[in-house]
C-alpha cells in the first residue's frame, strides 16, 4: 500500500449553488483555496449559464479520500463542464506521485462524468510572504509540477487553463501570505476561470 502522507490539518469545502434545480446546465470548480478565493466571481460571471459548484480541499491526488470527495459531488449531479486543479497540496509526495495522481484522476472524472468537457488549471506561483518580488522554495516544485502536468493534459487531449503564467506576471495580485491572492487577484483568475468554462462549454 503506498504511502499516504497527511497535513497537520485536512479540509474539504463543497458549495453547490440551486441544488433543488434539474436540469439545469452545470459547472464544477475543484481545486483548494485558491479555487475557493476566485470560485464566487466566477459564479457570478457564469449565473446567467450555469448552476455552478465548487469542491476545494486539502487532499493530494492520491489520496483514497481525495477520489471520495469527489464522487461525492460528482455522483449527484451530471456536469457538462468541469475545471480541476491540484498541486500547491502535499508536498510531502514526489513528483512521481503527482504524476501518478494526475493520471487517476483524469479516470476518475471521464468514468463518473463521461459527457463531462473537462479543463485542466496550471497551479498559482508560490511568493515569499510579504514580498511579491521573491520566489518561495517551493515555486520551482509548482514549476516542475506544471510541467508534468502539461504532458499529461496534453496527451489525454484536456485543454490547459494557464493561471500560473497569468499569475506570474501579476505579482500585485498577491496576497501577504505569498500564496493566496488579494481581491483583484481573485477577480483577475475568477474572469479567467469563466472564459475557459464559457469557451469549453461552446466547444462542440
Known amino acids: 500500500m503506498a504511502t499516504i502522507f497527511r497535513e497537520p490539518i485536512e479540509w474539504c469545502d463543497i458549495w453547490i449553488r440551486s441544488a433543488e434545480k434539474s436540469g439545469h446546465p452545470r459547472c464544477l470548480c475543484i481545486g483548494d483555496s485558491i479555487t475557493r478565493g476566485y470560485y464566487g ?8 449559464r450555469f448552476e455552478s459548484a465548487r469542491l476545494a480541499t486539502s487532499r493530494f491526488l492520491t ?11 460528482m455522483e449527484q449531479y451530471r456536469f457538462q463542464v468541469i475545471h480541476f486543479n491540484n498541486g500547491l497540496h502535499g508536498w510531502d509526495f514526489s513528483e512521481a506521485d503527482y504524476e501518478d ?16 468537457r473537462l479543463i485542466c488549471a496550471t ?6 510572504a510579504g514580498d511579491s518580488s521573491r520566489f518561495d522554495a517551493r515555486h520551482e516544485r509548482v514549476v516542475a509540477r506544471n510541467r508534468l502536468l502539461t504532458g499529461v493534459m496534453s496527451a ?3 485543454p490547459i487553463n494557464d493561471l500560473f503564467s497569468l499569475a506570474l506576471a501579476r505579482p500585485d495580485w498577491s496576497a501577504d501570505d505569498g500564496i493566496h491572492f488579494n481581491a483583484a487577484g481573485c477577480a483577475g483568475l475568477a474572469e479567467a476561470v469563466a472564459a475557459a468554462i464559457a469557451s469549453r462549454h461552446a466547444d462542440r
Open 156 to 158: 489525454q487531449r484536456i
Open 63 to 73: 489520496d483514497p479520500v481525495y477520489h471520495q470527495e469527489l464522487a461525492l459531488v
Open 123 to 128: 497551479s498559482t506561483p508560490v511568493r515569499v
Open 41 to 48: 466571481g466566477v459564479d457570478q460571471r457564469l449565473m446567467d
Open 101 to 116: 495522481g494526475l493520471h487517476r484522476l483524469v479516470d476518475l472524472l471521464r468514468r463518473v462524468q463521461p459527457s463531462a
